[in-house]
């Protein structure tokens, strides 16, 4: 969270789609410029891809897309695994129980969110709607950061905390 909160304006990261060795140098070299973050395999560009692998200076390996940025690692705090569908309402309050806790670090970082809530409320988009047990957002310039809990059920039998950053016209 903290290598996300460094970044003070994310409009120069974000960029056109594209595969291709000039996409690719391309999205690292403006990820490099914004952020000081270094490509974690700098002279083996796959050019069939369009996202990198670029590391920040705490070490953590960041995959970059034109539109969005992910930890390698996205789920942090609690996690569950091979949850059972008699175990999801267990999974549930797993998730609800820690919610707070990871809240109150990500508001250490970066600051009040401008929305907190269930991730099935009609204001989040519906590409996230239901995806979602708990989500938090914050604005930023160019970017929205999400923090959210997954919601277990019987299409995903994983449970846990993730965060991720995308591009924003809002911010």
Do not use: C
Not at 109 to 126: E, I, L, N, S, T
């Amino acid at each position: 969270m903290t290598d996300l909160a460094e970044v003070s304006d994310w409009r120069s990261i974000w960029g056109p789609p594209g595969t291709g060795l000039d996409a690719i140098r391309a999205l690292v070299s403006r990820v490099t410029a914004a952020t000081g973050w270094r490509p974690w395999a700098p002279g083996n560009i796959d050019p069939n891809r369009y996202t990198w692998g670029l590391v920040t200076p705490r070490e953590t390996v960041m995959l970059v897309l034109p539109d969005a940025v992910l930890p390698e690692s996205p789920r942090g705090g609690w996690s569950a695994y091979e949850i059972a569908p008699a175990e999801v309402g267990e999974a549930e309050e797993g998730l609800d129980d820690h919610w707070p806790e990871q809240l109150l670090l990500a508001r250490r970082h970066w600051g009040a969110p401008v929305y907190v809530g269930p991730g099935d409320d009609p204001r989040v988009p519906p590409e996230w709607r239901g995806r979602r047990r708990h989500l938090a957002v914050w604005l930023k310039p160019g970017a929205e950061f999400h923090l959210y809990a997954t919601q277990p059920g019987p299409e995903d039998a994983q449970a846990g905390f993730g965060y991720s950053v995308y591009a924003s016209e809002v911010a």
